[in-house]
């Protein structure tokens, strides 16, 4: 073990950068954008630093920072660190300096932009962390504020709506589960992750709780946790949030936002309500369908590209949670198929966290040539003119549908091999969602890139080496995590085994 | 011959780093891309000629080197390589003819600006197509299987400001995509029941007999074994890739590739591998051959799509105008004369077939490649005309891979490896299934048998067209031979169309005992089945004689005069040149369909999901008007419980809403961190 208090530096570097950032207020906007990124990079760096301490092998948190804070109400500081968090902190510290990089010409209020940008970076490494439910909450109610701020600031013209629609819809699930935790911390006096686990393992908890208020608890944080993610059909907010935020803010929520809630169902609900969450998984897992599918097909309808890769992410992030409904409703042990589902749901969070990042990028891009245009049938002939761009983008849209060789393959297959086992006829209709996710990419990519050069692509510059360099370190991942997936799945399949072991 | 195996992996990964190569090559660089592509698979055709000699040694082993890819739980994924015969044939057979179709590129795709990049996708699907030859893992072929995908969409798509190849990329892609969902579900189906995917796995794999005989006892819905409902599945997958009815309807949009990729990938190789999958699981698709009480058997369906696919390309061909539209469904239907041989239970008579098709297919699309660069990109028989005089070794290779193409007896391989499919549809040895189904069960003969003489008779009508008569447009009439580097690799195709066909013939059938892994041939005289032979040389002769009487002995006048067969029948022929509407029947159900389920999905989305929570904001906004501010409080309220650090926060929101929020912001972020930090400091100290 070390003596540093890695986690924390995690969590809190981005705000110290933040906290430059307000009290430089004669700093250039160059300045400004070089401060960000640096702190931004701090947690690729500490987070790498965190992975040569961690022992994959050893289970259990890792890291622990545990301190009492407010004592009369048994609340803690406590983080830990676990292969799943490893893997979500990884993922920010790769998705965050991207989306600063495709942030660079953001010249109106460029401080501001960056120092908000930081909090929200920062409070997403806290939600990945904290293992007390008290700053859990918090981390998790301030990542909306920068959010807020971003999209409704630096956003399209239809961002106020859009803005305030993300921020009451998000609070008004939070509110619900804010609740829920009071009704637990009322039973029984500790907010505390790992502890409520093990009362849930023993059963405990919902005796404490009592029946009726078991299921109300359970509703209220799975409330919470599902217009986070969002579980179809709670994911109205997203559609707008996602397409009216400036493109840095796109690829931030799309690329680390959205994993918040799928990592509080496997952090939180599962553990804590296995239960109920096993009595539910008859709605829940046709819900998860209804993401897939229908969000799928309903990105084949869209034609601004940036709510239509809006679509794929509801579609893509529900596969995450197909997966978990699949395992927590299965009544036969079937510790292979629920390995399988754990460990694709993972790798898909990351691998959907690269890629769906990388293609609001390209949007972004395309947007930028254009002076703001995004319509489907406003390019046409791009390659001709951006071969560079054309690739590129052909990478990230490739693993993003599920092409094998790339990153997204091993997630999807093993989410579909996951589910196979414990739901068939779930991995069959999902199969519909392959395949509408096929149709809208290439029909993206047909329109945008092929036919005769139209009007909008003349003049259209190739990547210039800025932009290179925010799309090229994801697109080598994609390769990479595609062919040799045992880098990550080496930090969570201990984990996983785990979990798959004590199913009932 | 396990350091064979371990070896192999080479094979492909050659091409793969030709294809590396490439992607990095600047424009300007053509003869790096299109040199270490050649150079690579020139490596590959060796070392495959070695493995084959290594396979051909123990024609019975099936060598394999198995490694774990990632952790999965408590076990791991694990792939392999595998040689055998089987494999080591077809490697053998692809990149050879690879090689020649690379060396053939070099001269046609010579004034493309984008040459670099086709040398890399060429060599991307060469790899990925040598990976599936080598895979000794379900889940290994499928990645490869997908990857083939990827480089045929790529290369269908190469002249992507066409609308119309943009447009057959992306059907292809879809169209082989929807039989792919349904091998997916089979691979997970297998995983789930086996819980492994390898081919061979020291008495573990899926191919061996403790695997085929807990999935042909396992009964799953409708009575059907879980083996024929796993081998029907996984079938989808060859019937999107070898363009089986119903989904053949990608593969002759395809041909707006460029014209050497259409004789790669849409005719020699990467088609059949739907052929080569059904060969390689074979022992699982026929696991259920002997169970009795179910209600059909994974080979009975292939052999009915087979047989469907082979008459129905055939017939369609009749009423095409372009030269590779016609050898497009040609190769369509001897597809399905290939999984008519799968399903009548000789898997060596299909591979035996896939072989010479792949050379004499490969022969007949180079010659049409080389009649169009010299005709300046004219591909419409009607308006070519009169090439035999101008363009001789084109004339005289083309009319070699004719013969073979359409079975002219004895000296072309195609009617020795027809002949071994006929046969085998005759005698069912290996379905018993169908054999119990008497007049029905030779309902696949009797397809081959009309099947035989629409080939000839289409492919007369090519030749003639083509070749004969004499030039009908300028086009047509200022052509010149081509160059070395075209004609070459042509003469050197035509001797395989020749030659390859002495590998199996029924005197010595060196290749099907090999493929078998036996080591002895035993032959038989050409007299045993006699009959059969002498009826289907009939049949050929009766086409050919067809087509020439048609075509041949009065050619066309001029490049619009009616074709002599829409006279007599203009109907039948319109609806032929119209692909007898298969596009339009999908276009109107399947197209119709999916436009309606995004048009359901994102109408729910607007009205239904989004209705409710307007409905939701509308009664809060209600309530607000009641009791002023009900709203900031409902939503502060929220923060204030969360603690004394996010009250500052709330404000900031409500702030920002009257508009300033910028000056007010710094002032609590910096609050804000101060009070974190404070906090934790605190907290660690």
Not at chain 2, 174 to 179: E, N, P, Q
Request: hydrophobic letters at 60%.
């Amino acid at each position: 073990m070390s003596a540093l208090p890695w986690l924390s530096l995690i969590i809190f570097t981005p705000w110290v950068g933040a906290l430059l950032l307000a009290l430089s207020s004669r700093a250039s906007a160059a300045a400004c954008r070089a401060v960000a990124l640096g702190f931004s990079l701090s947690t690729l760096l500490i987070g790498a630093v965190a992975w040569t301490h961690f022992d994959s092998a050893a289970g259990g948190y890792q890291l622990v920072e545990r301190y009492p804070w407010i004592s009369g109400l048994n609340v803690h500081y406590h983080l830990g660190l676990d292969g799943m968090s490893l893997l979500l902190v990884l993922l920010t510290g790769l998705v965050a300096p991207a989306a600063l990089l495709a942030s660079w010409r953001v010249e109106r209020d460029a401080r501001l932009f960056n120092l908000l940008f930081l909090l929200l970076q920062g409070a997403a490494l806290g939600v990945f962390l904290a293992l007390d439910f008290f700053h859990w909450f918090v981390f998790w109610e301030l990542s909306l504020v920068p959010a807020f701020f971003l999209i409704r600031l630096w956003g399209g013209p239809g961002a106020a709506p859009a803005a305030y629609q993300f921020v009451i819809y998000t609070i008004a699930g939070s509110a619900f589960m804010l609740a829920a935790f009071a009704a637990i911390y009322a039973a029984t006096g500790t907010l505390e992750f790992p502890q409520l686990a093990d009362l849930a393992a023993k059963g405990s908890l919902a005796v404490k709780l009592g029946p009726a208020w078991a299921t109300a608890v359970f509703l209220g944080v799975f409330l919470g946790l599902a217009v986070k993610v969002p579980l179809f059909p709670f994911h109205t907010w997203l559609p707008a949030a996602y397409a009216e935020a400036p493109t840095g803010a796109s690829m931030f929520l799309t690329g680390v936002m959205s994993k918040m809630g799928v990592y509080g169902f496997l952090r939180i609900l599962w553990p804590l309500f296995p239960a109920q969450l096993h009595a539910a998984s008859g709605v829940l897992l046709w819900l998860a369908l209804g993401g897939v599918v229908l969000g799928a097909f309903a990105a084949l309808k869209q034609t601004d590209l940036k709510r239509m890769i809006a679509y794929s992410s509801i579609n893509h992030v529900s596969y995450c949670l197909l997966a978990l409904f699949a395992v927590a409703g299965a009544t036969t042990s079937a510790p292979a198929a629920a390995a399988s589902a754990f460990s694709g749901a993972l790798l898909q969070m990351f691998n959907h966290g690269l890629s769906a990042s990388a293609l609001f990028f390209c949007v972004g891009v395309l947007e930028a040539r254009s002076g703001g245009r995004r319509g489907l049938d406003d390019f046409g002939g791009a390659r001709t003119a951006a071969p560079v761009f054309a690739g590129l983008c052909g990478i990230a849209m490739f693993s993003s549908l599920g092409l094998p060789g790339l990153n997204g393959f091993v997630g999807e297959f093993l989410i579909f091999r996951g589910v196979f086992g414990l739901a068939p006829w779930a991995a069959a209709v999902a199969c519909l969602g392959l395949l509408a996710t096929a149709l809208f990419l290439l029909t993206f990519w047909q329109r945008v890139f092929h036919g005769p050069v139209a009007s909008g692509a003349r003049n259209f510059a190739d990547l210039a080496p800025l932009e290179i360099a925010t799309l090229l370190p994801g697109v080598v991942l994609m390769f990479l995590l595609g062919v040799m997936p045992q880098l990550l799945v080496g930090l969570i399949n201990p984990l996983v085994t785990a979990w798959a072991a004590h199913l009932p | 011959m396990n350091v064979a195996a371990q070896s192999l992996w080479l094979i492909p990964a050659l091409p793969l780093a030709a294809a590396g190569i490439g992607a990095l090559t600047p424009r300007g660089g053509r003869m790096l891309a299109a040199g270490s592509a050649i150079t690579a698979l020139f490596a590959s055709l060796v070392l495959s000629c070695l493995a084959l000699n290594t396979a051909l040694a123990n024609p019975a082993v099936h060598a394999v080197h198995n490694f774990a890819w990632f952790d999965l739980g408590a076990g791991a994924v694990r792939l392999g390589w595998l040689l055998d015969p089987l494999t080591a044939f077809m490697c053998v057979m692809v990149t050879l003819v690879g090689l020649l179709i690379f060396i053939f590129s070099l001269g046609y795709m010579k004034e493309d600006a984008n040459f670099t990049r086709f040398f890399c996708f060429l060599s991307l699907f060469a790899a990925a197509m040598l990976g599936l030859l080598v895979a000794n893992s379900l889940l290994l072929l499928f990645i490869c299987w997908e990857l083939v995908g990827l480089a045929s969409y790529l290369l269908i798509g190469f002249w992507f400001h066409k609308p119309s190849a943009a447009a057959a990329a992306k059907k292809a892609f879809i169209t082989t995509r929807i039989g792919d969902l349904g091998f997916l579900l089979g691979i997970l189906w297998l995983y789930d029941a086996r819980g492994t995917l390898l081919f061979f796995d020291g008495g573990a794999g899926i191919l061996e007999h403790a695997s085929l005989a807990a999935l042909s006892g396992q009964t799953v819905c409708c009575g059907l074994a879980a083996a024929t409902a796993i081998g029907l599945l996984v079938f989808c997958g060859a019937i999107g890739k070898s363009g089986q009815f119903p989904l053949h309807v990608w593969l002759p949009d395809a041909m707006e590739g460029p014209t050497p990729v259409s004789a790669l990938i849409h005719a020699a190789t990467m088609v059949a591998a739907g052929v080569f999958l059904i060969a390689r699981v074979y022992p699982l698709m026929e696991a259920d051959k002997l169970l009795t009480a179910v209600p059909v058997h994974a080979l009975t369906v292939v052999a009915f799509i087979g047989a469907i696919t082979a008459l129905l390309g055939a017939v369609i061909a009749v009423g095409q105008n372009d030269i590779k539209r016609i050898l497009a469904f040609s190769t369509v239907s001897q597809l399905g004369y290939m999984m008519l041989a799968l399903g009548v239970g000789s898997w060596v008579a299909a591979i035996f077939h896939l072989l010479t098709h792949a050379f004499f297919k490969a022969l007949l699309f180079l010659g049409a490649g080389s009649v169009i660069h010299a005709a300046h990109h004219e591909q419409d028989i009607r308006r070519l005309g009169g090439l035999r005089g101008s363009m001789k070794t084109t004339f005289a290779t083309f009319a070699i891979g004719m013969m073979a193409l359409a079975g002219v007896p004895f000296l072309f391989s195609g009617f020795w490896s027809k002949e071994a499919i006929l046969h085998a549809a005759h005698a069912l040895d290996g379905s018993p299934a169908l054999r119990s189904f008497g007049v029905v069960g030779q309902l696949p003969l009797a397809i081959g048998l009309a099947g035989v003489v629409l080939t000839a008779f289409y492919m007369t009508r090519l030749v003639a067209e083509t070749f004969f008569g004499s030039a009908r447009t300028a086009e047509a009439g200022d052509v010149h031979e081509n160059s070395a580097v075209m004609t070459v690799p042509l003469v050197l195709l035509a001797v395989g169309s020749v030659a390859l066909g002495f590998l199996g013939t029924p005197a010595f059938p060196w290749l099907q005992a090999r493929l078998l892994g036996e080591a002895e041939v035993h032959g038989h005289s050409l007299l045993e089945g006699g009959g059969l032979m002498a009826l289907s040389i009939v049949l050929v002769a009766l086409g050919l004689g067809a087509g020439w009487a048609l075509y041949g002995r009065r050619p066309r006048a001029a490049a619009a005069a009616i074709d002599p067969l829409a006279a007599r029948a203009p109907g039948v022929v319109a609806a032929l040149a119209d692909r007898l509407g298969f596009d339009e029947l999908y276009a109107a159900t399947l197209g119709r369909l999916s436009d309606l389920l995004a048009m359901l999905a994102a109408g729910l989305d607007r009205w239904v999901w989004g209705g409710a929570v307007n409905v939701l904001a509308g009664l809060g906004r209600a309530l607000g008007l009641i009791s002023q501010g009900t709203d900031e409080s409902v939503i502060n309220a929220s923060f204030d419980d969360a603690g004394a650090g996010l009250r500052g926060t709330g404000q900031v929101y409500s702030r920002a809403q009257t508009g300033d929020a910028h000056g007010y912001l710094r002032v609590t972020a910096i609050a804000f961190v101060i009070i974190v930090l404070i906090i934790v400091l605190g907290g660690i100290r």
